[in-house]
C-alpha cells in the first residue's frame, strides 16, 4: 500500500548527502526506491522528475548556469 511504501521510505538511510533543492530531494526519493528495489520486487523502474525555472526573458545565462549548477550537484549526489 501507500502507507507501506511511505514507511519503507522513512526507514532508509542514504549514505549519499543531498541538497535542500527540489531536484536533489527528488533524486534522494528516488535513490530510496532503487534500496528498496528488492524488497518491493521491481524487475525494472522508471523515474519522472521535473526542475522548474529555466523559462526566463531576463538574465537567461546567468540563470541557466545556477538551474544547471543545481542538476549538476544533484546528480553528483546520486552517484
Do not use: W, Y
Amino acid at each position: 500500500t501507500t502507507e507501506e511504501l511511505g514507511a519503507a521510505m522513512d526507514a532508509q538511510r542514504l549514505s549519499a548527502r543531498f541538497a535542500s533543492d527540489p531536484i536533489s530531494m527528488q533524486l534522494a526519493q528516488v535513490c530510496k526506491v532503487l534500496k528498496l528495489q528488492p524488497q518491493l520486487q521491481l524487475e525494472r523502474a522508471t523515474f519522472f522528475t521535473e526542475h522548474f525555472g529555466f523559462d526566463t526573458h531576463t538574465d537567461a545565462i546567468g540563470t541557466v548556469d545556477v538551474k544547471l549548477a543545481e542538476v549538476n550537484a544533484a546528480l553528483a549526489s546520486f552517484e
